[in-house]
């Protein structure tokens, strides 16, 4: 990304390593601003193209981050989690007590009275552009209120499935609305597509941490899982994902290329083309969960899978249950050449979605400020991601890691001394505070010792209480004191 | 039914066959008010209970019908199918063929150009209560717009579970909020029952002729269709349903034992109270579709099957796509003692519905004056269904018989003279007519002379046209002329 000469290189290399060390030794402090780029450029006598190759260069490896209109401040100082866990590959099945600890933690997650800290539904409505809706779904229904009489018949609003490929267009897919099926939500859209193009008995290969909802549901459908090497920065490891290709281990596959839930990671545009290019070789279909693509932070949106999608084999869910109107679960899938058997099976699993819903969000999407209003989620869930790493890093036990993520508001921590994570989650349902534990996001017992945290909240009182009970509980558990403010200046091992 | 005293009987019995000859001959033609009681009573010297009699026997008879608040009028000449089609009980796959067959008559049936006799949904949204439901909403709306930013959540709204709850108990259930589950239209409530409640390769059965789409819905989800007999008046043979349970020939029943979709029969409450004992006894699920048992033109509503349910074996599924708000597709299941599975289901489907939609259709409920509305339809389609069977006896060919529904707004059309309906919908398929032809509503041949026709549609010239010329395509293809008016007087078999 570097512009510069090779002087210049050696430059702001130089003013970097400057910068980084005075990060790591805790002379600046997590949270706080960099001097301005002027100034820093004025005393340093270098030019401020040169800070500016500097700040990029700190961004990269994890230290700071730009805040859109702000300036640059320094991140929480938690280590990366750098290293996929172990793994065989073993096709299971989840056990029945895996089972009923997802039931568990959803319903815990889904109490109103529990103070959650890693639900991945913001519930804070200020969040989302709710009153323009609504203004929008009361002009709908005053012009016309018919629309409430008409029967909603698949494949639902054109207009919607339109505004839908128009802004596909942007993100570099390139899609026509007859591409395109709407559905109830993402989970809709994976159900079908799962439904589509496996048969019981088949097995679907899942990055490693995945969402913890695909467990019961590959086995609601009798599907059999198998995990996948998945690096918390990089991503699946399509090495990995060959081999089982080439060994026809998996019929189909599913993952999140962008924002994963629960790391954050993004995979690189190079890796994307290399995944569009090994489903579309080995015939095997890639159901990508879209579900945070505009929620990336990076700017220009790194385009989908889907975009190198060259005969069909990518099956693109989403929805705009993130990003617009959670309320309304209207969400979608471009199902490639699976595109009439998911259609057909969007009929006969509940027909359509509601017109006028969908007629809302298509004015929304085209008049109603998307893209300013996605600017300022971005905005606000990378200033909360590093509050809440810094929270983190504050009341956690020493050594405690923790991913970096590149969109989203999901992030994934380890826990050091072998805290039993679900152990930790049932002494803090006692006093009502709701964590994801990490045995949730493997058939395996890999994860027990780590935890899906959220910051899609508002950071008040409540919030940085139930982190700092958490953090107490794990230190606790851990027999190991708090991590400091400047504590556990690990270096990102993956600089 | 009769209150009367023997001699009574005979009288107001001389009465009713006075009148009936009156409508064989034609000298009372379809359509017309009967004289008032009181005159009729005055003529004959009898007193206004004897009239009374007499007309309920009539009625009874399936030759005259009862108006609220206008009086008794002469129903259509149609002759009435009275017998169910010659049975074997074969486990079928369905053939390809035949899915193609669906997906063409369910394109076409959703073509908006198209003039559509035999669609079961009202396009008209004259029907609904469009404006009141429009003002709540836009109510809701202002008072609570954050509604739209807050994640839906299984189970769902609590306020709509407990009006259906509240209405559910008037109707012969009791039931609490706790045993809902909202869904995604009645079809989501159907297909999250099956996957409740079977295993791939399990044996559903079903009415004959049934409800079309369930043949592509059961092969979707790898399950085989065992057809049983159903009288086209008194419905499921629960001979023969007994018969398969004790043979275990079937893991499943669905049923719609009232206003059944095509043929409109209600089952007799004793048949309700048997096949509930039956489900019970043997242990097998019944999937009892509700979908039109506000519908049922008998005063007061007869009771679902799930209302004799004793050990939770009934999943009652229902939806209000009919009767409120055919856009908001919003269904409900009380699944029983399947409860837990189907909810879990629900949320690994499709998570939720809109609280803004539910909570909208929950104050409808509470006071939006749902039974006034409901009394509306009844009378609306109760009317409707004898002026179309009026236009099939005045234009289809000589010797067309058609059911008597007693709810609901379809019907079900027996054509003689081997007119292939099939054909019949290609023709006028031709002339942007669509109708929907027997070979659908069952995996075997058996009703390729049938027609289903609905008439949920305003009796505008284009519907009377249509109507005329599907008669008109009939009459060709079985080489017969078109009935009378007074024509083809055969008295129902079954009086």
Same mark, same amino acid.
């Given at each position: 990304?570097?512009?510069?000469?090779s002087?210049?290189?050696r430059?702001?290399?130089?003013?970097?390593?400057?910068?980084a060390e005075?990060?790591?030794?805790?002379?600046?402090?997590?949270?706080?601003?960099?001097?301005?780029?002027r100034?820093?450029?004025q005393?340093?006598?270098?030019s401020?193209?040169t800070?500016?190759?500097?700040?990029?260069?700190l961004?990269d490896?994890g230290?700071?981050?730009?805040?859109?209109?702000?300036?640059?401040?320094v991140?929480g100082?938690? /280590?990366?989690?750098?290293?996929?866990?172990?793994?065989?590959?073993r096709?299971?099945?989840?056990?029945?007590?895996?089972?009923?600890?997802?039931?568990k933690?959803?319903a815990?997650q889904?109490?109103?009275d529990?103070?959650?800290?890693?639900?991945?539904?913001p519930?804070?409505?200020?969040?989302f552009?709710?009153?323009?809706?609504?203004r929008i779904t009361?002009?709908?229904?005053?012009?016309?209120p018919?629309?409430?009489?008409?029967?909603?018949?698949?494949?639902?609003?054109?207009?919607?499935r339109?505004?839908?490929?128009r802004?596909?267009l942007?993100?570099?897919?390139?899609?026509?609305?007859?591409?395109?099926?709407l559905?109830?939500g993402c989970?809709?859209?994976l159900?079908?597509?799962l439904?589509a193009?496996?048969?019981?008995g088949?097995?679907?290969?899942?990055?490693?941490?995945?969402?913890?909802f695909?467990?019961?549901?590959?086995?609601?459908?009798?599907?059999k899982?198998?995990?996948?090497?998945?690096?918390?920065?990089?991503?699946?490891?399509?090495?990995?994902?060959?081999?089982?290709?080439?060994?026809k281990?998996?019929?189909?596959?599913?993952?999140?290329?962008?924002?994963?839930?629960p790391?954050?990671?993004?995979?690189s545009l190079?890796?994307?083309?290399?995944?569009a290019?090994?489903v579309?070789?080995?015939?095997v279909p890639?159901?990508?969960?879209?579900?945070y693509d505009e929620?990336?932070?990076?700017?220009?949106l790194?385009?989908a899978?889907?975009?190198?999608?060259?005969q069909?084999?990518?099956?693109y869910?989403?929805?705009?249950?993130?990003?617009?109107?959670?309320?309304f679960?209207?969400?979608?899938i471009?199902?490639g050449?699976?595109?009439?058997?998911?259609?057909?099976?969007?009929a006969?699993s509940?027909m359509?979605?509601?017109s006028?819903?969908s007629?809302t969000?298509?004015?929304?999407?085209?008049?109603g400020?998307y893209?300013?209003?996605?600017?300022?989620l971005?905005r606000?869930?990378?200033?909360n991601?590093?509050e809440?790493?810094?929270?983190?890093?504050?009341h956690?036990?020493q050594?405690?890691?923790?991913?970096?993520?590149?969109?989203?508001?999901?992030?994934?921590v380890?826990?050091?001394?072998?805290?039993?994570?679900?152990?930790m989650?049932?002494?803090l349902?006692?006093?009502?505070?709701?964590?994801? /534990?990490?045995?949730?996001?493997s058939?395996?017992?890999r994860y027990?010792?780590?935890?899906?945290?959220s910051?899609c909240?508002?950071?008040?009182?409540?919030y940085t209480?139930a982190i700092?009970?958490?953090?107490a509980v794990?230190?606790?558990l851990?027999g190991?004191?708090?991590?400091q403010?400047?504590?556990?200046?690990l270096?990102?091992?993956?600089?």
């Amino acid at each position: 990304m570097s512009l510069a000469s090779s002087t210049d290189q050696r430059l702001y290399q130089q003013l970097a390593d400057n910068f980084a060390e005075a990060i790591h030794q805790g002379t600046l402090k997590p949270g706080k601003r960099l001097p301005a780029i002027r100034r820093v450029a004025q005393s340093h006598q270098v030019s401020v193209n040169t800070v500016l190759n500097a700040w990029q260069l700190l961004e990269d490896r994890g230290l700071i981050e730009a805040r859109p209109q702000s300036g640059y401040y320094v991140r929480g100082m938690l /280590p990366a989690v750098t290293r996929a866990g172990q793994h065989k590959a073993r096709v299971r099945d989840p056990s029945s007590e895996k089972l009923d600890l997802i039931d568990k933690v959803f319903a815990a997650q889904n109490h109103p009275d529990y103070t959650n800290i890693s639900l991945a539904c913001p519930q804070d409505s200020e969040l989302f552009p709710s009153t323009r809706i609504a203004r929008i779904t009361a002009s709908l229904l005053r012009r016309q209120p018919n629309l409430i009489g008409r029967y909603a018949l698949p494949p639902g609003s054109v207009y919607l499935r339109e505004e839908i490929a128009r802004r596909a267009l942007h993100a570099g897919h390139s899609l026509t609305a007859d591409e395109i099926t709407l559905t109830h939500g993402c989970i809709e859209a994976l159900q079908l597509a799962l439904r589509a193009v496996t048969q019981p008995g088949d097995c679907v290969g899942l990055e490693s941490p995945t969402y913890f909802f695909l467990f019961p549901l590959l086995a609601s459908l009798g599907l059999k899982a198998l995990e996948i090497p998945t690096d918390p920065q990089h991503g699946l490891s399509l090495d990995a994902l060959e081999m089982l290709l080439q060994e026809k281990r998996i019929q189909a596959l599913i993952a999140m290329p962008s924002a994963q839930n629960p790391l954050g990671y993004c995979m690189s545009l190079e890796n994307k083309k290399r995944l569009a290019k090994l489903v579309n070789t080995y015939q095997v279909p890639l159901l990508e969960d879209g579900l945070y693509d505009e929620l990336q932070f990076d700017w220009p949106l790194s385009p989908a899978v889907k975009a190198f999608d060259q005969q069909g084999w990518v099956l693109y869910c989403t929805s705009f249950t993130k990003t617009i109107a959670p309320d309304f679960r209207i969400g979608w899938i471009a199902a490639g050449r699976f595109h009439d058997a998911v259609a057909r099976l969007k009929a006969l699993s509940s027909m359509a979605e509601s017109s006028l819903l969908s007629e809302t969000l298509a004015a929304f999407l085209a008049n109603g400020g998307y893209d300013h209003h996605l600017r300022t989620l971005r905005r606000r869930y990378a200033a909360n991601l590093d509050e809440a790493r810094g929270l983190i890093a504050r009341h956690f036990p020493q050594g405690t890691r923790a991913t970096l993520p590149r969109g989203g508001f999901v992030f994934w921590v380890e826990l050091p001394g072998n805290v039993n994570t679900t152990e930790m989650f049932d002494r803090l349902l006692q006093e009502q505070i709701c964590v994801t /534990p990490g045995a949730l996001y493997s058939l395996s017992e890999r994860y027990n010792h780590a935890l899906r945290l959220s910051c899609c909240y508002p950071f008040d009182e409540r919030y940085t209480w139930a982190i700092r009970r958490a953090g107490a509980v794990a230190c606790e558990l851990a027999g190991l004191p708090p991590g400091q403010d400047h504590g556990v200046p690990l270096r990102p091992q993956t600089v």
